[in-house]
């Protein structure tokens, strides 16, 4: 399995992005897919999730505020994000679990700033 995450960019607080991971490869190895990020100095934590059921899971910052989708027929993921806030400022990440283990995309820079 191979991703490809895009739409990041510099947004004003109160401002909305949308993420896409786009999946390529052997998908149907795919268990579950999510959005991780990583600010400056900290540790990757796990942003949303979503199982091949359409079950979703969202971290506390999260909750409210991000949407994470999956449109199957595209093999894609999105992420939209909501009232950002300078704090929700990190490098994303798309990542698969796959019955071969996880796999992650590239990141893509969001920066939360007026």
């Known amino acids: 399995v191979q991703l490809q995450a895009c739409g990041g960019g510099l947004v004003q607080p109160g401002g909305s992005l949308r993420l896409s991971c786009a999946a390529s490869?052997?998908?149907?190895?795919?268990?579950?897919m999510g959005w991780y990020r990583q600010a400056p100095g900290k540790q990757r934590e796990l942003v949303a999730s979503?199982?091949?059921?359409?079950?979703?899971g969202y971290a506390d910052s999260a909750k409210g505020r991000f949407t994470i989708s999956r449109d199957n027929a595209k093999n894609t993921m999105y992420l939209q994000m909501d009232s950002l806030k300078p704090e929700d400022t990190a490098v994303y990440y798309c990542?698969?679990?796959?019955?071969?283990?996880?796999?992650w995309g590239q990141g893509t820079q969001v920066t939360v700033s007026s």
């Open positions: 979503i199982y091949n059921g359409g079950t979703t």
């Open positions: 490869g052997s998908v149907f190895s795919i268990r579950r």
């Open positions: 990542n698969a679990l796959t019955s071969m283990g996880n796999v």
